[in-house]
């Protein structure tokens, strides 16, 4: 980059070219990045960083890049895991944090303006002013921005009720090389939306986000209950969100994580001694080497400490609707096994839910290395998938998990694994396990992005639409000069089969013919004792792309044919390996579809108003459908809302 073009760019937007600053912006959180820093290698580094503060600069500043044939790297918070925002040798990166904006909330609609490089807990603290809140709660939330969370589809602690935050995005203004435009609720012609929400910065610059928001919770409740084992509790997370219960936050820690973090208090400990002392030895430099060089060994003895696990449950919301579902839920709870800890588990973890993620840098001095790794799927598959990652990641690292986004369908496992600091075997290790994590069926990424570290293996599991993403890139940035290499690089797969048609009664969900005629569909579900969550008076593939709730997922999973060749999407209640287009194509490209459904025989009272933060299972002509255990109490706050009203 020669220094006059360098001149010419300072010019309209605040660059900066002084080594610091470069090497600050030369790479991410992403672990094995750390690995080389401890061995003393640098990263590649930008040629410059530049700061818009506004949308006019950051067009400046992409028609430069542009006119130069410079890579563009954008830039949140750089608190990505996955090398997603890392370095590009002669790279301008743009660091959004100065398009800080946050506007009023609009009480009529709930949404609030935002731009891209607001720090979360900014937003936070400012919403909280105006007695609104996002809800989006990463560990990370004060070392990463609005935009980060849209590029890389982002989860938050409270994801169970509010969803994931591209559910919280109603609509962006993003900057492309070749034009701007807007997704969402702003639209004008199609909708990019699902396409640019997970595209790490490759399908241009986020400028602009309105986010929903909700009410300030008037109330919370948390509490911690003991299981006798992981399936044990699975089982009764299943059923709780199955019950229209809608709670907050749901975390379980298996037995490892759960005497680790000391939430043991009320768990029998047959091994607890003996953890605390390899947990000591971990901490200790002279002795680290050797259990971490005996994973299975050190994973056997973890696992003596027996099965009991902790989980945290907790809602929040209206005061009198929060204590109707928590009732609930508790009784299913205890009904389902769980032996009651109290208030203190759960309020010592929602004080402290930011705290643990900042404690990994001692390890990397100590010549580990120290990782997490997001999966998700159906209920019907966690078993497997929990096993097979489990046993992948065991042969080289000591590793714990703890499930915590949890959905009505399925559940994503978070597994934290700590290995001997060597980067071929952190390569190993990592192939291992998304291999493992495909072949179980689940999504290799949940929400911590894809970046160059996963992006072969998001490419596997979206193979088909590789092309389609290219598509839209070189119409979107002719040169190439976003995020250059991502995100899908070209890989061969056999072409799948189509999945089998059927219900999932486990995660209540059905595969359908996506082109059936719906008194077809409706009746060969109901034989089986089930009706669409959703239902359509069409074919369901003329009704994927609707838009729901935002907590709801509408589509799970998709067969398609994408120039002559089928194309299948596996079903999980939320994928983050990249884009999620499942319900943005035209609707005679569907083979089949995967969708929510109910059973005929759930309890439930249809209401003609919804009180506020009461959620309905269903819409129907004549009002909305509550289910489940508490939907006779809710309906009744319900009836006194329309009372009042
Ligand atoms: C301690 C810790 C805890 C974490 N906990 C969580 C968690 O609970 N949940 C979770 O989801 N993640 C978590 N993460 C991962 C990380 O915080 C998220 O991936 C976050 O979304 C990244 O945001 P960022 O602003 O730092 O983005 P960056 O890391 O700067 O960038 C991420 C990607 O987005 C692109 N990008 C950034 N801004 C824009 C924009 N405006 N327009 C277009 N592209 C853009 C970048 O080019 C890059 O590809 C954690 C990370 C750490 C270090």
């Known amino acids: 980059m020669n220094v006059e073009a360098l001149a010419r760019l300072s010019s309209f937007v605040d660059t900066d070219v002084t080594p610091l600053e470069r090497l600050a912006h030369a790479r991410d959180l992403w672990p094995r990045s750390t690995l080389a820093m401890v061995d003393g290698r640098l990263p590649p580094s930008p040629a410059a960083v530049s700061f818009p503060q506004h949308e006019g600069g950051l067009r400046a500043a992409l028609d430069w890049a542009v006119a130069h044939r410079v890579p563009v790297v954008p830039w949140g918070a750089g608190s990505g895991v996955c090398g997603a925002a890392a370095g590009v040798e002669g790279a301008l990166t743009l660091d959004l944090k100065r398009m800080n904006r946050i506007g009023q909330v609009d009480a009529a609609t709930h949404t609030v303006r935002v731009g891209p490089g607001v720090i979360g807990q900014?937003?936070?603290?400012?919403?909280?002013?105006q007695g609104w809140a996002s809800r989006h709660s990463p560990s990370s939330i004060w070392c990463s921005t609005v935009g980060g969370w849209a590029a890389s589809r982002s989860a938050g602690q409270f994801s169970s009720r509010y969803g994931k935050f591209e559910d919280m995005v109603a609509a962006m203004r993003v900057v492309a090389p070749a034009r701007a435009y807007r997704t969402g609720r702003w639209a004008q012609g199609r909708d990019l939306g699902p396409w640019v929400l997970g595209s790490e910065g490759a399908l241009g610059v986020i400028s602009e986000l309105l986010v929903r928001v909700v009410p300030l919770p008037e109330s919370r409740w948390m509490r911690g209950y003991r299981f006798a084992s992981v399936p044990a509790a699975w089982e009764a997370m299943r059923r709780l969100m199955q019950a229209e219960l809608h709670p907050c936050a749901v975390r379980l820690y298996d037995p490892v994580d759960t005497r680790i973090g000391g939430r043991g208090k009320g768990v029998k400990s047959g091994g607890s001694g003996l953890l605390k002392n390899l947990v000591g030895t971990l901490d200790s430099r002279a002795n680290l080497a050797l259990?971490?060089?005996?994973p299975r060994l050190l994973n056997r003895l973890a696992g003596w400490g027996g099965d009991e696990c902790v989980l945290i449950v907790g809602w929040e919301g209206q005061t009198d609707v929060a204590e109707v579902l928590a009732?609930?839920?508790?009784?299913?709870?205890l009904e389902a096994g769980g032996f009651d800890l109290g208030a203190e588990p759960g309020d010592h973890w929602y004080a402290h839910r930011h705290d643990v993620s900042y404690k990994l840098a001692p390890i990397f001095m100590r010549g580990a290395f120290a990782d997490t790794m997001e999966v998700a799927c159906t209920w019907s598959r966690l078993p497997a998938l929990d096993a097979a990652v489990r046993a992948a990641l065991?042969?080289?690292?000591?590793?714990m998990a703890h499930y915590s986004h949890v959905y009505r369908e399925g559940c994503a496992i978070y597994f934290t694994f700590v290995g001997?600091?060597?980067?071929?075997?952190?390569d190993?290790?990592?192939?291992?396990?998304?291999?493992?994590?495909?072949?179980?069926?689940?999504t290799v990424c949940h929400h911590h992005g894809v970046g160059p570290h996963k992006m072969l293996a998001?490419?596997?599991?979206?193979?088909?639409?590789a092309p389609r993403f290219a598509e839209l890139r070189d119409e979107l940035d002719p040169t190439g000069i976003l995020n250059p290499g991502r995100l899908f690089p070209p890989v061969e797969t056999p072409e799948p089969e189509a999945p089998v048609v059927g219900v999932d009664p486990r995660s209540l969900i059905a595969t359908l013919p996506a082109q059936q005629p719906a008194g077809e569909r409706d009746a060969w579900l109901a034989q089986r004792g089930y009706m669409l969550r959703f239902s359509t008076d069409g074919a369901l593939a003329a009704s994927a792309g609707q838009p729901r709730a935002p907590w709801e997922s509408a589509v799970l999973g998709a067969s398609l044919h994408l120039d002559g060749k089928r194309v299948v999407l596996v079903a999980v209640p939320r994928s983050s390996a990249g884009p999620d287009p499942r319900a943005a194509f035209p609707a005679d490209c569907y083979e089949t579809l995967t969708v929510p459904v109910l059973p005929l025989a759930q309890h439930a009272v249809l209401v003609s108003r919804l009180a506020p933060d009461v959620r309905p299972a269903r819409s129907t002509r004549e009002g909305w459908e509550l289910r489940g255990p508490a939907a006779t109490e809710l309906a009744a706050l319900c009836a006194r809302t329309e009372d009042a009203g």
């Open 394 to 399: 065991g042969e080289d690292c000591f590793v």
């Open 420 to 426: 001997r600091g060597e980067e071929d075997r952190y």
């Open 122 to 129: 900014h937003l936070e603290d400012n919403l909280a002013r």
């Open 291 to 294: 259990p971490l060089s005996l």
């Open 428 to 442: 190993r290790v990592w192939s291992r396990a998304l291999a493992a994590a495909a072949g179980a069926g689940g």
């Open 458 to 465: 998001a490419a596997r599991e979206l193979a088909g639409l």
């Open 327 to 333: 009732r609930h839920g508790h009784g299913l709870l």
